[in-house]
Every structure is written in structure tokens, then in C-alpha cells.
């Protein structure tokens, strides 16, 4: 029963580098969310999508740009690092038949930008 | 501006006794609550969650209390047990069906002494 997996678990990119964070689920989840959390705060929401080819903009997208080509997979690309990406992103994911389904979290990739 | 907010960091409990989590947020338009907990070097889990139209919501040792007048809500974890050491973060949702998003705390790491 795997959930959410996403790789990388770490990675230390430089300034200006690009790479692309893996998310996928097998939930059959038809929601899936990208978040950041920073030391000391809670999670901000970066894009979601609440199925194949349909993506939104979270609370803190920029530098940032997703897809969403199947409902298994959302990837998470940064084009041109900076330190102010240096987080922990998690990927998420929901059951779409109400709002209040809670959601199901993989293990996260921690990100320094150096 | 933080809409949700943990004031403490962290708490110490004896084991066996009350754990009591506090959570405050601002805005009036939340409609549901959520308590996940979260050990390290892992995602977010969903613990249990409450409804702004209810008071209190009971899952064996968990218990949410919501106080709207007051705009807070606590986790009770009665008794404590050591598996319960962990960040503990209160998320609040605004907005309906695919247009909604969760609203994050800063989180309280609670350590249960033996």
C-alpha cells in the first residue's frame, strides 16, 4: 500500500539549476497538492490540481510550474533555483467526492539551494 | 498575517496524563478543521478533524473541541502515550468543493516523558 511516493527524498541543487520533484499516488485520488514548509512555519500550498490537465495556483507559486498528465502523477519543476527555495516540499493527494476528505501526505523531499 | 496560529512550540507531558493542543485562527469563513500529526523524516498524517457547526468531535483518545465565539479550537489526547511524541499542526479550510484550500499552523512538537 505505498500512497504518495516522491523522489527525491534530498537533493542540493545550485543557484540557477533545474530539476524536477516526483509525486505519484495510487489512490486513484482524483485531487493532488504541492506544498513548501520552511523551518518554523506551517505548510504553504505552491499549485493543485483537481484532475488530469487541470492545474491552479496556490499561495506561493512563483519560480515554480507543475503538470498534470495523468491522475497518478503531478510533478513539480523548478526552473532557475534560488536559495529561497531551500524547503521541505510534500506532495499530496485527496479522494475528489467531498471537500472535507482529509489529505494523504508522502514523505517529502528536502531541498537545499546553495 | 497568520489566519491560524500554534503559540507553542512545543509542550512537555507526562505520560499517561492530558495532552492539550491550542489553536487559534482568525478568520470567520473557516468551515472545517483538521489536526494532523507528523514524525520526522515523514509526511503529515491525518488525525481527526471537526466541522464548524459542531462542538466536539471524539475518536478514541483524540477529542477536538471547537469554541467559535472565541475562535479556537484544542486537541485533547487523553492518555498520552509515547507513540503520541510528534508535531502536531492544526489546518482550517476555506472555500467550497475544488476551490478550496487549508490554511496551516506553524505546528507544536509534543514530547511525552516517560
Known amino acids: 500500500n505505498a500512497g504518495v511516493t516522491q523522489t527525491p527524498k534530498f537533493r542540493i541543487l545550485k543557484i540557477g539549476q533545474s530539476m524536477t520533484l516526483q509525486c505519484t499516488q495510487d489512490m486513484n485520488h482524483n485531487y493532488m497538492y504541492w506544498y513548501r514548509q520552511d523551518p518554523g512555519m506551517g505548510l504553504k500550498l505552491i499549485y493543485y490540481s483537481v484532475g488530469a490537465g487541470i492545474t491552479d495556483k496556490g499561495e506561493v507559486p512563483n519560480g515554480y510550474n507543475v503538470s498534470r498528465s495523468t491522475t497518478e502523477d503531478f510533478p513539480l519543476r523548478l526552473e532557475l533555483a534560488a536559495p529561497s527555495q531551500t524547503s521541505v516540499y510534500f506532495c499530496?493527494?485527496?479522494?475528489?467526492?467531498?471537500?472535507?476528505?482529509?489529505?494523504?501526505f508522502g514523505d517529502g523531499t528536502r531541498l537545499s539551494i546553495l | 498575517d497568520q489566519q491560524v496560529k500554534q503559540n507553542s512550540p512545543s509542550l512537555s507531558v507526562q505520560e499517561g496524563r492530558i495532552s492539550i493542543l491550542n489553536c487559534d485562527y482568525t478568520n470567520s469563513m473557516f468551515d472545517y478543521f483538521l489536526w494532523y500529526k507528523k514524525y520526522p523524516a515523514e509526511g503529515p498524517t491525518f488525525l481527526i478533524s471537526i466541522s464548524s457547526i459542531k462542538d466536539k468531535n471524539e475518536d478514541g483518545r483524540f477529542t477536538v473541541f471547537l469554541n467559535k465565539s472565541a475562535k479556537h479550537l484544542s486537541l485533547h489526547i487523553v492518555p498520552s502515550q509515547p507513540g503520541d511524541s510528534a508535531v502536531y499542526f492544526c489546518a482550517a479550510k476555506i472555500g467550497r468543493d475544488s476551490n478550496y484550500q487549508l490554511i496551516w499552523g506553524a505546528g507544536t512538537k509534543l514530547i511525552i516523558k516517560p
Open positions: 499530496a493527494s485527496s479522494a475528489r467526492d467531498r471537500s472535507n476528505q482529509p489529505q494523504h
